[in-house]
């Protein structure tokens, strides 16, 4: 079976540009997670959904962020306008039941 | 309020030295579950193993063991004749599964080094 699956992996911007990342939760799996990691702040949860909802946003940094999920099998993360402190690695996870499974990450690097 | 603790920042041990990454946790909850996940040098998250709040037996898995005691709320990750590849950050991670939240609070890592 395919694991989560992000795109692009790699991507540089330059600064106010708008960037949507893209994550395939696992099929079959309700949960989808997406997450930022830099070596100042480690690991850090953006927002959740469940069942394609919106549970838990209170981690996306500012309304530049934004999240959807329009269906079971997709979502995106779009900053607008990007900003050089949103470079980062943006995961995407999903779960089933209580452990998550990662994508292999968006490597962001904002100029 | 609930937290994870890995007190450890970095490890370093020579290549077949026994590790142990020590993890701790604190919820009010008395259903929780807790896990441990490896992140390597090539950068992705790999879940290594679950633990509910009612199964206090150690699990084993080849080299990796773990060590779970609710009456110290540790669920400790052992690493038996540690090898080069066992070099990574690894984090411990805890749900309570409350109302339907899945939301993992996450510890800051141990990165461990394993030298040759």
């Known amino acids: 079976d395919a694991g989560v699956i992000q795109s692009p992996r790699h991507e540089v911007t330059e600064m106010g540009q708008e960037v949507t990342l893209r994550c395939k939760p696992i099929?079959?799996?309700?949960?989808l997670f997406w997450y930022r990691q830099t070596m100042m702040r480690g690991l850090e949860l953006l927002i959740y959904?469940?069942?394609?909802?919106?549970?838990?946003d209170s981690g996306m940094p500012e309304d530049r962020f934004s999240a959807k999920m329009p269906n079971a099998s997709f979502s995106t993360l779009k900053i607008q306008p990007s900003e050089p402190r949103d470079s980062a690695v943006y995961f995407c996870?999903?779960?089933?039941?209580?452990?998550?499974?990662f994508g292999p990450g968006t490597r962001l690097t904002v100029l | 309020a609930q937290k994870v603790t890995q007190a450890q920042t970095e490890i370093s041990v020579v290549e077949k030295e026994d590790v142990t990454l020590d993890c701790v946790y604190e919820?009010?909850?008395?259903?929780?579950?807790l896990f441990w996940y490896k992140q390597p040098p090539s950068g992705e998250l790999v879940f290594l193993i679950r633990?509910?709040?009612?199964d206090e037996q150690n699990e084993i898995s080849g080299r990796y063991s773990w060590n779970f005691q609710k009456s110290t709320s540790s669920f400790n990750f052992t690493i038996t004749a540690s090898q080069v590849v066992d070099s990574a950050v690894y984090f411990c991670?805890?749900?309570?599964?409350?109302?339907?939240?899945?939301?993992?609070?996450w510890g800051l890592g141990t990165s461990l080094a394993v030298n040759p």
């Open positions: 959904f469940n069942n394609n909802v919106p549970i838990d």
């Open positions: 991670a805890l749900t309570t599964n409350a109302g339907n939240n899945r939301k993992l609070i």
């Open positions: 996870a999903s779960s089933a039941y209580n452990e998550q499974f």
């Open positions: 919820t009010r909850d008395t259903t929780y579950y």
């Open positions: 099929s079959g799996h309700n949960s």
């Open positions: 633990r509910n709040s009612f």
